[in-house]
């Protein structure tokens, strides 16, 4: 199952990395990627405090498919992270899993279950944060979208 998955998405992976840049102009910026995720973390925790499983399977769920940034903005954000890419994307990783395992435990209606995931992803949020928001932060700020090329 999870290596199906693993295999799933280095297909997508791969699929959107060999994209033309105009159908990737989802435009999709790392930041509002985040903000989705964070309004994502706060529909699961509200929708746990009333056992609204149905709304927490389907949040949870978002996080987990949550949108890539554009081809432009990944290429920013990995050259930021230089040669701890692979920290990075293990980080990413995880929260895909935990998200995977929080919507599972939701969609089986198991509150205990569903909290501690919900747990574990804020701290895995918050790590990769402490590693890399502020180098990323700066060298984004350099290299902002206001200074781009036009794609
Ligand atoms: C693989 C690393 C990584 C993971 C995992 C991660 N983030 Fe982030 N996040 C970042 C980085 C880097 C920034 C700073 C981006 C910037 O300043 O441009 C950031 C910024 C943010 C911001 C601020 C966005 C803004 O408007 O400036 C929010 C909110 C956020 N993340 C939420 C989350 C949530 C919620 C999760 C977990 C579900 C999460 N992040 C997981 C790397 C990560």
């Known amino acids: 199952m999870s290596h199906t998955r693993a295999a799933t998405r280095t297909a997508l992976v791969v699929a959107a990395?060999?994209?033309?840049?105009?159908?990737?102009?989802?435009?999709?910026?790392?930041?509002?990627?985040?903000?989705?995720?964070?309004?994502?973390?706060?529909?699961?925790?509200?929708?746990?405090?009333?056992?609204?499983?149905?709304t927490a399977t389907e949040a949870a769920e978002a996080i987990a498919d949550h949108p890539k940034p554009s081809l432009g903005e990944r290429r920013r954000v990995l050259s930021?992270?230089?040669?701890?890419?692979?920290?990075?994307?293990?980080?990413?990783?995880?929260?895909?899993?935990?998200?995977?395992?929080?919507?599972?435990?939701?969609?089986e209606q198991d509150l205990d279950r569903a909290i501690r995931y919900h747990g574990r992803l804020v701290t895995e949020c918050i790590a990769c944060h402490s590693a890399f928001r502020d180098k990323v932060s700066s060298d984004l700020s350099r290299l902002s979208p206001d200074n781009a090329p036009e794609r």
Do not use: C, W, Y
């Open 17 to 54: 990395l060999a994209m033309p840049l105009a159908s990737t102009a989802s435009a999709d910026t790392f930041q509002s990627v985040m903000q989705g995720l964070a309004k994502d973390m706060n529909r699961v925790q509200s929708a746990l405090f009333i056992e609204d499983f149905a």
């Open 80 to 107: 930021a992270v230089g040669n701890r890419v692979s920290e990075f994307r293990g980080m990413d990783q995880q929260v895909h899993d935990t998200a995977e395992q929080l919507a599972d435990a939701a969609r």
